[in-house]
C-alpha cells in the first residue's frame, strides 16, 4: 500500500514562495508518475503540475508556468512543488497524488489516473 503525506503548506503574502513536499511509503517513487492538484473553495480540483516517473516528462497548467517546478528526489522518496510568486489565486488545499506506471512516457493529467492521494496541506497567498 502507497501513502503519501503532504507538508510545506501556510500562510505567505504575495510573491512569496513556499515548497510542498511529498513523502512516499510503502513503494519506491520510481514507479509512480506523481501531480499536484489544487482546490479552492467552490471550485473543482484542478491539475497543477506533474511529472513523470522517473523525472523526464513535467506538465504545468497554463496559471502556474513560469512560477511552478515540479520535481523528486528519489533517494527520499519525496516529491516536491516549489512555489515562487505566488498570488491570492493560487490559494487552495494543495494535494500530492500518485499513478502507478510501467515507464517514463505515462504522464497522468487527470485525477482519476491517480491511485493513491495525500491528505491535502492548505496553501494561504494574502494580497
Known amino acids: 500500500q502507497v501513502q503519501l503525506v503532504e507538508s510545506g503548506g501556510g500562510l505567505v503574502q504575495a510573491g512569496g514562495s513556499l515548497r510542498l513536499s511529498c513523502g512516499v511509503s510503502?513503494?519506491?517513487?520510481?514507479?509512480?508518475?506523481m501531480g499536484w492538484f489544487r482546490q479552492a473553495p467552490g471550485k473543482e480540483r484542478e491539475l497543477v503540475a506533474a511529472?513523470?516517473?522517473?523525472?523526464?516528462?513535467?506538465y504545468y497548467t497554463d496559471s502556474v508556468k513560469g512560477r511552478f517546478t515540479v520535481s523528486e528526489d528519489n533517494a527520499k522518496n519525496t516529491a516536491y512543488l516549489q512555489m515562487n510568486s505566488l498570488k491570492p489565486e493560487d490559494t487552495a488545499v494543495y494535494y500530492c497524488?500518485?499513478?502507478?506506471?510501467?515507464?517514463?512516457?505515462?504522464?497522468?493529467?487527470?485525477?482519476?489516473?491517480?491511485?493513491?492521494w495525500g491528505q491535502g496541506t492548505q496553501v494561504t497567498v494574502s494580497s
Open positions: 510503502g513503494r519506491t517513487i520510481r514507479r509512480y508518475a
Open positions: 497524488a500518485a499513478a502507478f506506471s510501467w515507464n517514463d512516457r505515462r504522464l497522468p493529467i487527470t485525477q482519476y489516473e491517480y491511485n493513491y
Open positions: 511529472i513523470s516517473a522517473e523525472g523526464s516528462r513535467t
